[in-house]
């Protein structure tokens, strides 16, 4: 009956994600081909800024409305918590019908209208516009400069204290032909123009069919060189235009996505080689200090202490010293919130499996940028789906630790960090609500999140804490004695702020190039793909927190301090503090000028570091665990 129930909420929750499609992928991705004459439809996103943070729907601003109104198109979860509103367009596209300068529509613009554009123009927002799921590139022409843009096109420019708005576009379409009648559109770029349009007739009132205009010509493409006066932002009417260009290209259905994965790197493989090799040399010097430590070090201990206890003729002059004095306290509980540190290592697991399959799943080419809202809807999927490993490590280890209150540290375990993730997803909700963004997340948007979490995560964790509390405690090699010993003073170095700061810096060091990436495809509009590479730089900051954190494991029991547990974490876990004053000196490159984009941002990236700890610090336990848990296997004791 459970498990019927549970299929049944998770039948629920696929149909409310995937809205508008059958699987992660959303309607475009399919090729399409193309007849000549057929209908292309030009839909518009929200408009984006990286300055703000803060996206708005696009026709927030004075912009040639579609004659048969506007119509929102079906998006699925992870568009909407991306902030993504996608609807129709008053642009008339159609395959190969080529466009000089069609009037669109004449807008008047008062007060309220001039002010939202120069605030536009001001925090540089832009124009996100989709053809057949082709997101459009810009070509920019300025005085100086041609530039090409793979992320929108801006809603127009300052100069001279003066604001334009760009009222002609060039839409330039590139087609792959196939067969005898198929196109496929393999290239989407619009050239965004600003110019002040006069008709010869004189004024238009925006009515009716639009007369000749003098400031472009209807057998000829308009181009930068051509515009006499540009469109200054004021009150009265606004004509804006457009043209359509068709070009064929070479280039494959299959690979038209790869000018924008590519995008603005100059030497992408190159930079990213370069953090491969970074932390393989920082794994390698790691893995010469632990293999000093296991090869020399330690084997000459457990040689040492094994020789001494079976050997009769020095029984009597046995002396002790080193990490097999504290055999009989080393696997002793955690006095210090062992409930707590159940819950995170639980967390930590349920984390760090969610990122591993992300990771997988983009590499191999499952998840891919170019379907929007995918990756945000496979990493949701995961964290839910594995709410059963979170409630079945928290559980074994809490029975373990002799713990007594079973079903608080199950329901800490289901809902001490997904609800501070809701809670603070959710004061941010509100703050970009108060803003009238489209960020702001619906209120049944918010209800599928909370389905999720209650109806499939919660009892997940539920089940596999039933599981783990079924299972027996975890067996160690070595007896834990009924009062613990005292510890000895410790030395400055093995000070646990100075060993917690030491260890993050080295795992830190390992992925900090890949993180500056990742960073950017999150916060800079920028697109990520080499996932290839984010999954090889993963597996070397799992190996580097390990062998840190086995390094200074090793010297706090050789300085006969058994308190291991929360150190373990605490010391791999530091990672995150590094990635937290790394995103602080990242923001400077956003150039943020409003209070709401601090709190975005610097809320998002205390989660992001949050989820950071709970992944390493995992590792971190994990290791010393096993290293633990070998080196006294292997020694004999009384």
Known sequence: MVSFTFLLALCFVFQALFQSSLGFYLPGVVPRDFQIGEEIELKVNKLSSIHTQLPYDYYSLKFCKPSEGIKPYSENLGEFLRGDRIENSAYEISMLQVEFCRVICQVNLNKHDVTGFKNAIKNQYHHNWIVDNLPAASIVDTDQYVTTQYVGFPV???????????????????????????HRIVGFYVEPLSVKHSFKSGKWDGKGEAPELTTCSPMRYLDYDSIKDKHVVTNGPVVYTYGVEWRESEVHWASRWDVYLTQNHAIP???????IVNSVLIVLFLAFMVAMILLRTLSRDI???????????????????????IHADIFRPPTTLP??????IGSGVQLFACAFLLIVFSAIGFLSPSSRGSIMIAMLLFFVLL??????????????????????????????FPGFLFAVFFSMDILVWSYGSTGAVPIMTMIIVLTLWFGISVPLVFWGAFHGYKKDAIEFPV???????????????????????????????????????????????QYYYVFGFLLLVFAILVITCAEISIVFNYFQLVSEDYNWWWRSVLTAGSTSLYVFLYSAAYFARLEGNMMITYFLYFGYMGVISLGVFLITGSIGFFSCLYFNHCIYGSIKVD
């Open 156 to 182: 127009g420019f300052a100069s001279n204290k003066q604001y334009y708005v760009y009222n002609h576009v060039n839409v330039i379409l590139e087609y792959h032909k196939v067969g005898e009648e198929g």
């Open 303 to 325: 040689s040492k202490y094994n020789k001494i206890s079976t050997d009769e003729e020095l029984a009597e002059d046995r002396d002790e010293t080193g990490w097999k004095l």
């Open 479 to 525: 007896l834990t004695s009924a009062s613990p010993r005292a510890i000895p003073p410790q030395p400055w170095y093995l000070n646990p702020i100075f060993t917690c700061l030491l260890g993050g810096i080295l795992p830190f060091g390992a992925c900090f190039v890949e993180l500056f990436f990742i960073m950017s495809s999150i916060w800079m509009d």
């Open 269 to 275: 493989d190159k930079v990213h080689w370069f953090s």
């Open 339 to 344: 409930m707590l540190f159940c819950v995170i």
């Open 387 to 416: 709410g059963f490993t979170a409630g079945f490590t928290s559980a074994r280890l809490y029975k373990t630790f002799k713990g007594k209150q079973f079903q608080r540290c199950t329901i800490l375990t289901a809902t001490l």
